[in-house]
């Protein structure tokens, strides 16, 4: 099963390192995905996307010009279009709280730091794939939920209707 | 624990109840694997060992040409620093560059020890003013470090952690006296 469902989806990866990008393309071809994407940049991966429309995107944090949080931003800005809701794996070699916290607050589905394990990437992979997050939709945010955790909270519970897409 | 109700609605306006801010929306988006294999689709997808094994055998292969790249590169790195240092701004780039790609890739290859250093370095270039550029010593005692832990792969994880210890107190000597210098 995992394997024809890795056949049918497509990737698109965005890294200024080209060992990075090799890498990831490979190991992508190893699980077994269907088409990987390259780009170097977030600009050269914005134009990418008017022609290729990826189920996955998995970028870079630092790069120039368009670092990937500027793209995961315009990204999720993309309203009343699927690709606006596509899950995002942002890899980082930044893993302190600023900068985690930072992802998660443009809307990132999963945070994978650097040196990545095969590991690693294989069960984000899952996870973006098989089990994904309500995507929440507010004047200052837009992204998956950010609440993974279902313990108690003070203050309105707002997740009581959820939209069917 | 708290339970929580959740009613799935169809999607649209319809999906907002009247308890929901008309500015906040809570959408259901079916999984990739829902979607491509429809019918065939049976939850929960699970890590297949075969698949991870590929991935991990991948890695092994691309191990021995990372090696040849990364001498290579540490030896561009030891190039670099003086240029940096007399205010080679390309140098400076090239030389985060490359320490960078070093913090991200030498851990996957087998090569932990260059990617804290590298991890050490980047960090304090990111910092870096262009008096700290200047000075060159703590680019020069990082760029040593990564040279030695690629030449001396078996060193006491303690000389490694003693020598990250020793690189921190050095960054922040060096901008302790420029300060009070200042």
Known sequence: MTESVFG???????????????????????????????????????????????????????????????FAKRLRSLRGRALGMIPIIMVSGHTDLESVERARDIGITEFLSKPISARGLYERLIQVIDRPRTFVETPTYRGPDRRRRDTPFKGEDRRGSVALL | ??????????????????????????????????????????????????????????????????????????????????PSAKGDTEARSRLYSLSHDMRGLAGTFGFPLVGRFADSLCRYIEHCDD?????????????????????NPGTDPAITMETLNALERLIKATRGNRKMAG
């Open chain 2, 131 to 151: 008096e700290d550029w200047r000075d060159g010593s703590v680019l020069r005692f990082h760029v040593d470090a990564i040279r030695d832990a690629i030449d």
């Open chain 2, 1 to 82: 624990m708290e339970q929580r109700n959740i009613t799935s609605r169809l999607a649209g306006r319809d999906a907002v109840t009247g308890e929901t801010p008309p500015d906040v929306r809570f959408i259901r988006v079916p999984s990739i694997a829902e979607r491509k294999l429809g019918a065939d689709y049976v939850a929960p997808m699970r890590l297949d060992p075969r698949v991870l094994d590929q991935m991990q055998s991948t890695i092994r292969t691309l191990e021995t040409k990372y090696a040849e790249a990364l001498s290579a590169q540490i030896s561009m790195l030891q190039l670099l620093v003086e």
């Open chain 1, 8 to 70: 049918k989806i497509s990737v698109l990866v965005v890294d200024d390192s080209a060992y990075m990008r090799h890498l990831l393309m490979t190991l992508l071809q190893a699980v077994g995905v269907g088409e990987v994407h390259l780009a170097i940049n977030g600009e050269e991966a914005w134009e990418l996307l008017n022609t290729k429309e990826p189920d996955i995107v998995i970028t870079d944090a630092a790069m120039v010009p368009g670092d990937g949080f500027m």
